[in-house]
């Protein structure tokens, strides 16, 4: 019997790195992640509702917490035009030393699906990309899809399904 892992689906922790010297090595002990609950468990450098296509400045992206007992990797540092800070990767603090900015999902194996390294699922299909009104998701039975979200760039979830073909038309473009 599979264990039940429906409500474990809790917010990235957001993980702060502060250094003189990059790229840095983190390293964790890979029995923690061998649970069913938490296979899919993964440190990335895109924010909450980014985009994995779209990547992040750390050459970081993502790592599966369960299949490697360490990640070296470089800043999550974007500088802007007129100088300041990205802040969806990146702050200063009170001493304007740069601190890059990072996320810990824990869960089940159903976090790690995208469009652009399928980890978990590489043979689903979510098409058309780019969309403009319908979206379809295919090669993967509707029994192992618990919900489908979708988030803005800064965090705000904008859709919920649990259906594998539906409509964005009704969403802000961008």
């Not at 035009?81 to 999902?105: E, K, L």
């Not at 058309?128 to 489908?148: A, C, E, F, L, T």
């Amino acid at each position: 019997m599979e264990k039940d892992c429906s409500d474990l689906y809790p917010s990235p922790i957001e993980v702060d790195i502060k250094a003189i010297h990059w790229p840095v090595t983190a390293r964790w002990n890979l029995s923690l992640f061998q649970d069913s609950c938490k296979e899919g468990s993964l440190l990335t450098s895109v924010p909450q509702g980014g985009w994995w296509d779209v990547g992040s400045p750390s050459d970081l992206d993502r790592i599966e917490l369960k299949n490697a007992p360490m990640v070296t990797f470089t800043d999550n540092v974007d500088f802007r035009s007129n100088g300041s800070v990205n802040p969806n990767y990146a702050y200063r603090d009170s001493s304007a030393g740069i601190i890059s900015v990072f996320w810990v999902g824990l869960g089940k194996a159903a976090l790690g699906v995208s469009t652009k390294n399928q980890f978990f699922y590489p043979q689903i299909i979510i098409s058309p990309n780019p969309v403009s009104d319908n979206v379809r998701i295919s090669g993967i039975s509707r029994d192992k899809i618990r919900r489908i979200e979708l988030y803005t760039i800064a965090g705000s979830k904008i859709l919920d399904t649990d259906n594998l073909n539906f409509t964005v038309t009704t969403l802000v473009e961008g």
